[in-house]
T-cell receptor, first 110, second 113 residues
Framework: DAKTTQPPSMDCAEGRAANLPCNHS???????VYWYRQIHSQGPQYIIH???NNETNEMASLIITEDRKSSTLILPHATLRDTAVYYC???????????FGAGTILRVKS | ETGVTQSPTHLIKTRGQQVTLRCSSQ?????VSWYQQALGQGPQFIFQ???????GRGNFPPRFSGLQFPNYSSELNVNALELDDSALYLC????????????FGQGTRLTVV
C-alpha cells in the first residue's frame, strides 16, 4: 500500500470549511483513497473514499488531483464535533487491511 | 453507534500474563479485523478473520492470536504480555473482507504493568 503524508495538525473556525490535504505521490492505478476520522476515545469512523473522480456524501467531499498524487478532504461547515484525528489511507480495492499513518489533528474552534 | 461492542473497556494485566479481549460484530458481518493503537499513533493492523479463518496478518508475533465464532463474536488473545503491549485494541467488522466501510468498536484499553 502506498504511503501518505498529512500535516500533523490544523485549526479551523466553526462554521467555516475545513480543507485537509493528503499527499500520496506513489499511489498505484488500482489504489483508492480513503478517509477515516477518530474522535477522542472512540473507534475510527469511515468518512469517504474515491479512485479518480471527486466524491461527495452527507459528511464530506473528496477532491483528488488529476495525477492522483494528492487529495483534499473538505468538511463544508465544520462544527466543534468535527474535532478529531483525520486519517488519509491508500489501499487496493480488495485489500483486507487499513494502513493508518499518524493523521491530522483537526481542531475546530468557536 | 456502530453496532460493534468490545469488552472489557479497560483492563490492567501484569507482564507475562495472558489476556483475552472480546468483540461482538454487527449481525451478518462475516469479517472482523483487529488493530492495536499505541498512544499518539494510528491503529496498526494485527489480523483479519473471515468466516472463522485467519485471512491476513500484520507484523505481529504468534503470541497474538484470534478466534471468530459463528455468532458474530470474536476474540483476540495475547500471551506472555509485554509492557509494549499496552495500547488501545480495536476491532472492526464488515460484510466483506474488502468493504470500504468497516465499523469499529470503542476499543479495549489494555495496560500492562
Amino acid at each position: 500500500d502506498a504511503k501518505t503524508t498529512q500535516p500533523p495538525s490544523m485549526d479551523c473556525a466553526e462554521g467555516r470549511a475545513a480543507n485537509l490535504p493528503c499527499n500520496h505521490s506513489t499511489i498505484s492505478g488500482n489504489e483508492y483513497v480513503y478517509w477515516y476520522r477518530q474522535i477522542h476515545s472512540q473507534g475510527p469512523q469511515y468518512i469517504i473514499h474515491g479512485l479518480k473522480n471527486n466524491e461527495t456524501n452527507e459528511m464530506a467531499s473528496l477532491i483528488i488531483t488529476e495525477d492522483r498524487k494528492s487529495s483534499t478532504l473538505i468538511l463544508p461547515h465544520a462544527t466543534l464535533r468535527d474535532t478529531a484525528v483525520y486519517y488519509c489511507i491508500v489501499r487496493v480495492a480488495d485489500g483486507n487491511k487499513l494502513v493508518f499513518g499518524a493523521g491530522t489533528i483537526l481542531r475546530v474552534k468557536s | 453507534e456502530t453496532g460493534v461492542t468490545q469488552s472489557p473497556t479497560h483492563l490492567i494485566k501484569t507482564r507475562g500474563q495472558q489476556v483475552t479481549l472480546r468483540c461482538s460484530s454487527q449481525s451478518g458481518h462475516n469479517t472482523v479485523s483487529w488493530y492495536q493503537q499505541a498512544l499518539g499513533q494510528g491503529p496498526q493492523f494485527i489480523f483479519q478473520y473471515y468466516r472463522e479463518e485467519e485471512n491476513g496478518r500484520g507484523n505481529f508475533p504468534p503470541r497474538f492470536s484470534g478466534l471468530q465464532f459463528p455468532n458474530y463474536s470474536s476474540e483476540l488473545n495475547v500471551n506472555a504480555l509485554e509492557l509494549d503491549d499496552s495500547a488501545l485494541y480495536l476491532c472492526a467488522s464488515s460484510l466483506l473482507t474488502y468493504d470500504t466501510e468497516a465499523f469499529f468498536g470503542q476499543g479495549t484499553r489494555l495496560t500492562v504493568v
